[in-house]
């Protein structure tokens, strides 16, 4: 078993969503209105005009002088507020959107206005007063819903996003990339990722160039479960923006889940350049690259990550398995005990660092960390397998161990590698029939376990069935050639059946795998 496959990836991989994309903001057309003075009114019409071109400057003198001129012309100040606002002088736009509600309190536009202004500073709150003022007061205007959808968004309210964004679309009487692709986002965050999609899908329809439309649709399809999409998603994402970086990011994780872990490096090697040089990224390299057998360079990765944050606890997690699986035991334990400084409940940590004492033939520290992974996690029928493969190898106690591969077999009822090992056990308990029972169990769950032939066949030579057990062992040498010691006991098998001839054979290629005592067997007989 890959130790990998212990590790908890969505703790690991974070994916990073761009929230909202909040549009420009739009020239508000003036209606003219009947104005105290003539000279006020040439003023502001000329603001206006200087609006039209951009020239915001210009147009706010013209309004202040309209303002002189007449102190009660509240569009005046509405427009000056705009004008300002256009140069990010927001504080001084938010009081002249303050004095034209002062004259003119149902004033929609003068609402929106400073809503937006507020927005602009950070201050959603108060943007969402103003903008249900906006709506109140304008109720068909589809542009109001959106910037009010856009407010309730950013403060979470997303059911009344959602509804904003709708009301915006009905009253547009058409939709747009924008809306759909902020409609999308509330979607996400509420958890209805098929509608979501549906949005996104249509959104990138209408505006095949919204690169943010493409990065959230690989958010949705991996949240669906649909990787594959999800990369084509971050790839059109990346096409459109190749100095997105969080869709080089999210790409890299999606193909690490697919199994592409070449792609998931070079994804990441991408990040890394772009100068997304953060411990997540290289504890995620870390592991794709551990997955390619490249367990130096996972290690080295890992020791970026840590060097770039002394205190990111998963990256020693990934380096004690990338230690534990270079034979480095005692670097893999060291390791372990520091993430567990952080992360004291992480049962998976307490197993792997068991397995490593294990190897270290600390056997007594093993059980008591395998116990204490059981404790915290009783369902896992992986931790009960490998305590009873301790109780086998190294404890002495058959009948313990028959007892864990009993427990993980009921919590995971295909569980074969459980009932090869407890039919390992029956056999050193000389329990033949148990043995057997649990054996042929084995072979139906996984018809390509040579070890369950092979511990079939030692049965049946036991209870002196040659026949079976040349056949059975016959099996378990062809899914595993090299197996040595299948060649050893068909050798005796075939000998106990008097096919001395075979037996030799057998016996030396064992010898030639290493079992070293076909050697007198083969001096015994084969002369």
Same mark, same amino acid.
């Given at each position: 078993?890959?130790?990998?496959?212990?590790?908890?990836?969505?703790?690991?991989?974070?994916?990073?969503?761009?929230?909202?994309?909040?549009?420009?903001?739009?020239?508000?057309?003036?209606?003219?209105?009947?104005?105290?003075?003539?000279?006020?009114?040439?003023?502001?019409?000329?603001?206006?005009?200087?609006?039209?071109?951009?020239?915001?400057?210009?147009?706010?003198?013209?309004?202040?002088?309209?303002?002189?001129?007449?102190?009660?012309?509240?569009?005046?100040?509405?427009?000056?507020?705009?004008?300002?606002?256009?140069?990010?002088?927001?504080?001084?736009?938010?009081?002249?959107?303050?004095?034209?509600?002062?004259?003119?309190?149902?004033?929609?536009?003068?609402?929106?206005?400073?809503?937006?202004?507020?927005?602009?500073?950070?201050?959603?709150?108060?943007?969402?007063?103003?903008?249900?003022?906006?709506?109140?007061?304008?109720?068909?205007?589809?542009?109001?819903?959106?910037?009010?959808?856009?407010?309730?968004?950013?403060?979470?309210?997303?059911?009344?996003?959602?509804?904003?964004?709708?009301?915006?679309?009905?009253?547009?009487?058409?939709?747009?990339?924008?809306?759909?692709?902020?409609?999308?986002?509330?979607?996400?965050?509420?958890?209805?990722?098929?509608?979501?999609?549906?949005?996104?899908?249509?959104?990138?329809?209408?505006?095949?160039?919204?690169?943010?439309?493409?990065?959230?649709?690989?958010?949705?399809?991996?949240?669906?479960?649909?990787?594959?999409?999800?990369?084509?998603?971050?790839?059109?994402?990346?096409?459109?923006?190749?100095?997105?970086?969080?869709?080089?990011?999210?790409?890299?994780?999606?193909?690490?889940?697919?199994?592409?872990?070449?792609?998931?490096?070079?994804?990441?090697?991408?990040?890394?350049?772009?100068?997304?040089?953060?411990?997540?990224?290289?504890?995620?390299?870390?592991?794709?690259?551990?997955?390619?057998?490249?367990?130096?360079?996972?290690?080295?990765?890992?020791?970026?990550?840590?060097?770039?944050?002394?205190?990111?606890?998963?990256?020693?997690?990934?380096?004690?398995?990338?230690?534990?699986?270079?034979?480095?035991?005692?670097?893999?334990?060291?390791?372990?005990?520091?993430?567990?400084?952080?992360?004291?409940?992480?049962?998976?940590?307490?197993?792997?660092?068991?397995?490593?004492?294990?190897?270290?033939?600390?056997?007594?520290?093993?059980?008591?960390?395998?116990?204490?992974?059981?404790?915290?996690?009783?369902?896992?029928?992986?931790?009960?397998?490998?305590?009873?493969?301790?109780?086998?190898?190294?404890?002495? #106690?058959?009948?313990? +161990? &028959?007892?864990?591969? @009993?427990? $993980? %077999?009921? /919590?995971? *009822?295909? =569980?074969?590698? !459980?009932?090869?090992?407890?039919?390992?056990?029956?056999?050193?308990?000389?329990?033949?029939?148990?043995?057997?029972?649990?054996?042929?169990?084995?072979?139906?769950?996984?018809?390509?376990?040579?070890?369950?032939?092979?511990?079939?066949?030692?049965?049946?030579?036991?209870?002196? #069935?040659?026949?079976? +057990? &040349?056949?059975?062992? @016959?099996? $378990? %040498?062809? /899914?595993? *050639?090299? =197996?040595?010691? !299948?060649?050893?006991?068909?050798?005796?098998?075939?000998?106990?059946?008097?096919?001395?001839?075979?037996?030799?054979?057998?016996?030396?290629?064992?010898?030639?795998?290493?079992?070293?005592?076909?050697?007198?067997?083969?001096?015994?007989?084969?002369?």
């Amino acid at each position: 078993m890959k130790l990998l496959s212990v590790i908890n990836v969505n703790k690991i991989f974070t994916l990073r969503i761009v929230l909202l994309r909040i549009l420009p903001v739009f020239m508000l057309l003036f209606i003219p209105l009947n104005t105290k003075g003539q000279t006020a009114e040439e003023y502001f019409k000329e603001g206006a005009e200087l609006i039209e071109k951009e020239e915001f400057r210009g147009a706010i003198e013209q309004f202040t002088k309209a303002i002189e001129l007449d102190g009660d012309f509240a569009e005046a100040y509405n427009m000056r507020g705009f004008a300002k606002l256009r140069l990010r002088e927001h504080k001084e736009a938010l009081q002249d959107f303050y004095e034209a509600l002062q004259l003119k309190d149902d004033y929609a536009e003068a609402y929106f206005n400073r809503g937006y202004t507020m927005m602009e500073i950070g201050n959603y709150q108060g943007a969402l007063r103003d903008l249900d003022e906006a709506v109140h007061l304008d109720p068909e205007n589809g542009e109001y819903y959106y910037y009010r959808g856009n407010a309730n968004s950013v403060l979470e309210n997303h059911r009344d996003a959602i509804d904003d964004y709708t009301m915006a679309m009905e009253l547009s009487e058409e939709e747009t990339g924008d809306i759909l692709y902020n409609r999308a986002v509330s979607y996400n965050e509420l958890g209805e990722h098929g509608k979501a999609a549906e949005d996104l899908e249509k959104a990138v329809e209408m505006n095949p160039s919204l690169g943010e439309a493409h990065f959230l649709l690989g958010v949705v399809n991996y949240g669906l479960g649909n990787n594959k999409e999800a990369i084509d998603n971050y790839s059109e994402a990346i096409n459109h923006d190749p100095d997105n970086e969080d869709a080089w990011y999210n790409r890299g994780y999606a193909r690490y889940k697919t199994g592409d872990m070449e792609g998931a490096v070079e994804d990441y090697n991408k990040v890394i350049e772009m100068g997304g040089d953060s411990a997540e990224v290289y504890n995620n390299r870390g592991l794709a690259k551990s997955e390619t057998g490249d367990l130096e360079g996972a290690v080295e990765d890992y020791n970026e990550a840590l060097e770039i944050d002394p205190d990111f606890p998963m990256a020693y997690f990934n380096r004690g398995f990338a230690n534990f699986d270079m034979g480095n035991y005692r670097a893999a334990v060291e390791d372990l005990e520091v993430y567990l400084e952080a992360e004291p409940e992480a049962a998976d940590a307490y197993y792997a660092m068991a397995r490593a004492y294990r190897r270290l033939d600390e056997l007594e520290k093993a059980k008591d960390l395998y116990n204490k992974a059981i404790e915290m996690r009783p369902e896992s029928p992986q931790y009960f397998f490998h305590r009873g493969s301790l109780y086998v190898n190294g404890l002495d #106690d058959l009948d313990a +161990a &028959i007892s864990d591969f @009993t427990k $993980a %077999i009921e /919590l995971k *009822p295909d =569980f074969y590698d !459980a009932y090869n090992a407890r039919a390992t056990a029956w056999i050193m308990k000389t329990e033949y029939m148990e043995a057997l029972e649990d054996a042929t169990a084995a072979i139906e769950i996984n018809p390509e376990n040579s070890k369950a032939f092979y511990n079939r066949g030692i049965v049946m030579l036991r209870i002196e #069935d040659h026949y079976s +057990a &040349i056949n059975d062992l @016959t099996r $378990a %040498i062809e /899914l595993e *050639p090299g =197996f040595g010691r !299948a060649h050893f006991y068909r050798g005796v098998a075939h000998m106990e059946h008097g096919f001395t001839e075979e037996a030799c054979k057998d016996f030396n290629s064992a010898l030639e795998l290493g079992i070293l005592q076909a050697d007198s067997l083969i001096q015994e007989i084969c002369k």
